[in-house]
């Protein structure tokens, strides 16, 4: 068996069982042990380190040809998000404000050193913009194509720690934002497009640089009426079926509720492709998805007006989609790495 044969999502589930808790000699590991608040499966994770106040981390990679292109892309944006996919798994944790990050850069011998001096140029201006600091890293060389690997790191309050499994029957899945942008602008990317119309550069700089949602997350997680919380790095479909699976429940979207952009309307109705499927396999938005409990969405939304209610959890565990009241027959599960064709 391959790791193209069971995909991203399925291999990450065989690494999850694969591990276990550090027991130590002697008992040495149980105190560092019981401090773990979040552990691996979430979008970050959290350890207490003094009473109330916790230390939480995350990691992404980048690879060349496969995140970005440098035919598409400038150093700086490549710089820029290689931070900002980071940094919005900090904000899909709550109330986190993240600290320092650490970048490994792997680099063929031959890459201009213009080229790297822009790349952490980028990477700072999203330092400045989000106040965290790059603190350390690691430089060596690449066979093949340039790999940026961020390990960052927040603080939180323990109790506006939001996790994906705190989803319960009845609760209203809510999203920041307008999904499929990014996945449009990836689309335009690759058929050519250089941003030639106002939608088409709008669309691109979405998939260029995306904005973690640090202020929307903080009010969600002040509020005590959000469940869960995670960000939309996959697609909505990958969003809801990862808090649904974490919280032992399903979910009911309506189609029709999911917020479109304009521009990306008027570039779906030129293509002719479907707007509701990029929303919901398209990737990399890095909105957030949120579910609420029954009766405090509308209090919520006035603190966070790009809030936008799309569906409930439900008992069963599956996953429903519908357009108009009418049940539509839909599997995508967005976006992962590894799958066949």
């Known amino acids: 068996m391959e790791v193209r044969d069971i995909g991203e999502f399925n291999l990450v589930e065989r690494i999850l069982k694969a591990i276990t808790p550090a027991a130590g000699v002697g008992?040495?590991?149980?105190?560092?042990?019981a401090r773990l608040v979040v552990g691996p499966g979430d979008d970050a994770f959290a350890a207490e380190v003094s009473p109330g106040f916790a230390i939480v981390g995350t990691k992404d990679l980048l690879v060349e040809d496969i995140h970005f292109r440098?035919?598409?892309?400038?150093?700086?944006?490549?710089?820029?998000?290689?931070?900002?996919?980071?940094?919005?798994?900090?904000?899909?944790?709550?109330?986190?404000?993240?600290?320092?990050?650490?970048?490994?850069?792997?680099?063929?011998?031959?890459?201009?050193?213009?080229?790297?001096?822009?790349?952490y140029r980028g990477m700072n201006r999203c330092c400045k913009r989000y106040c965290f600091s790059l603190a350390g890293g690691d430089t060596v060389s690449s066979l093949r194509g340039i790999i940026i690997s961020v390990t960052m790191l927040g603080a939180a309050k323990k109790k506006y720690i939001l996790t994906r499994s705190g989803a319960r029957p009845g609760d209203l899945v809510a999203v920041t934002g307008t999904f499929g942008d990014s996945g449009a602008g990836l689309h335009l990317l690759?058929?050519?497009?250089?941003?030639?119309?106002?939608d088409g550069r709008y669309l691109i700089r979405k998939h260029l640089l995306?904005?973690?949602?640090f202020a929307e997350a903080a009010a969600l997680a002040r509020s005590g009426a959000a469940t869960a919380l995670?960000?939309?790095?996959?697609?909505?479909?990958?969003?809801?079926?990862?808090?649904?699976?974490?919280?032992?429940?399903?979910?009911?979207i309506d189609l029709d509720k999911i917020p479109l952009s304009r521009a990306w309307r008027r570039v779906a109705a030129d293509g002719k492709i479907a707007p509701y499927r990029m929303a919901l396999a398209g990737g990399e938005d890095y909105e957030l998805v949120c579910t609420v409990r029954p009766?405090?969405?509308?209090l919520l939304k006035k603190?966070?007006?790009?809030?936008?209610?799309?569906?409930?959890i439900a008992g069963e565990k599956k996953i429903e989609y519908f357009l108009n009241g009418k049940k539509q027959n839909i599997a995508t599960k967005g976006f992962e790495h590894f799958g066949r064709g």
Do not use: H
């Open 70 to 119: 440098r035919d598409w892309a400038s150093p700086e944006e490549i710089g820029y998000k290689s931070m900002a996919v980071n940094a919005s798994d900090l904000a899909a944790m709550g109330g986190c404000a993240p600290l320092y990050a650490l970048v490994g850069l792997a680099l063929p011998a031959g890459t201009d050193v213009d080229f790297v001096k822009r790349l």
């Open 295 to 298: 009766g405090r969405f509308e």
């Open 303 to 312: 603190q966070i007006p790009s809030l936008t209610a799309v569906g409930v």
């Open 210 to 213: 995306p904005e973690p949602r």
């Open 27 to 33: 008992g040495r590991c149980v105190e560092r042990r």
């Open 230 to 252: 995670i960000d939309s790095s996959d697609g909505l479909a990958a969003s809801v079926g990862f808090i649904a699976q974490a919280s032992g429940a399903g979910a009911r």
């Open 190 to 198: 690759q058929k050519g497009g250089k941003g030639d119309s106002p």
